[in-house]
């Protein structure tokens, strides 16, 4: 009788004791479904973290300048080498870059009728608003050409309209008072703080960079930052984007660099991998105790078996033959356990990211490991059973009442 046969004959038996068979199967069911769905949600929420934690708006990598004295003089006096439009442009160039975000900032009282407030100025220039996801919710965002022509033009937060301005009045176009001079508010943005600061607030407004320059008299570029287009890759990005900036410039006696990510992402990959395995491992257990099912199942079904044993030994099946037959048996049990368990994974992970905020992710390696752990289970469990009955004794078999 060949392997095919055999598996014929235990998919027959199978059947046959329907019930048996799947609360036989139940443990091994529910341990790969368990440990599959618990992978998923490790993996989606190792996933939304690391998006939450480097996402966007929050990814910018910061690019400062490292002065490095010469032996001897450290007590010298140094200034920061000056940022151009051609450093940002370099920047955007660089692989991984994202976006290059070059800022400055200021504070101003803005005052419009009888309303005023301390305001905080972020300069900035067009590419910083798809970078940053800023939603301009009235008006337009600013253009290049507001910030080559030294445009006095702003767009003020959600928070800052609310204040200033009466819901059924429209800010875009009015002139407003900062500092004692004249700005047209052409946008509002919506402010990225979170709704229970927003009434101790007076709002922000953000207004080219050069303009910055020009009302307080600092430098056009303060904050040099850069967003990865993979959060994964996060930290490697950083450094080349600043030993690209440290060649471009020319640097003797200093060098450009950045905040290293990678201590962060080894803790959140360790925090996460450490809870899935300490999950995982309590789900595992229901897979050994079905395997324990598996082998009494498999002891009583040799023991309702054993004239047919017998019989088949008396017309020339080998021993050999015997213990492969009930170890087939034993797999496909075990393996049929594992494959349905993996249909109620797949289901239960649709779940998951249907009524949760993680999206569970199935990694097909998990799928592999769950299908070969429940074949092995099948091979350890049912391996006893299937000694046991390529061990009896011809006559004996047959004279078994």
Known sequence: MNIWESFKIALSSIWNHK????????GIIIGVAAVIIIVAIGLGTK??????????????????????????EEGMFWEEPELTSEDIQTLSEVP????????????????????????????????????RDIQVVEGRALYAADNDGLNRVLLIDTIAREKFFKETENPIGEIIDLNDN??????????????QFRNMESGEMIMPRSVISMMFGNREIEQLSVIASDPESISETGRLAADTLTAEKGLENGKYSTND???????????????TLLIGSIAGISLLVGGIGVMNIMLVSVTERTREIGLRKAIGA???????????????????????????????????????????????????????????????FGLLPANKASKLSPIDALRYE
């Open 19 to 26: 019930i048996r068979s799947i609360l036989t199967m139940l």
């Open 47 to 72: 996933k939304q973290m690391t998006d939450e934690l480097f996402a966007t708006d929050k990814n910018a990598i910061q690019i400062y300048y490292e002065y490095i004295p010469p032996e001897g």
């Open 96 to 131: 991984g870059v994202k976006a290059v975000l070059a800022t400055n900032q200021g504070w101003g009282m803005m005052v419009h009728d009888e309303e005023q407030g301390e305001m905080q100025i972020t300069g900035v220039g067009p590419e910083f608003f798809s970078a």
């Open 182 to 195: 004249p700005y047209k508010i052409v946008g509002v943005y919506e402010s990225p703080l979170p709704e």
């Open 261 to 275: 990510f990678e201590d962060y992402e080894r803790e959140l990959n360790t925090m996460i991998s450490l809870l």
């Open 318 to 380: 080998t021993r050999r033959k015997i213990l492969l037959q009930f170890l087939i048996e034993s797999i496909t049990l075990t393996s049929l356990g594992g494959m349905i368990g993996i249909g109620l994974a797949v289901i239960g992970s649709i779940m998951v990211s249907k009524f949760s905020p993680i999206t569970a992710t199935i990694s097909p390696l998990i799928v592999l490991i769950g299908v070969s752990f429940s074949a092995l289970i099948g091979i350890i």
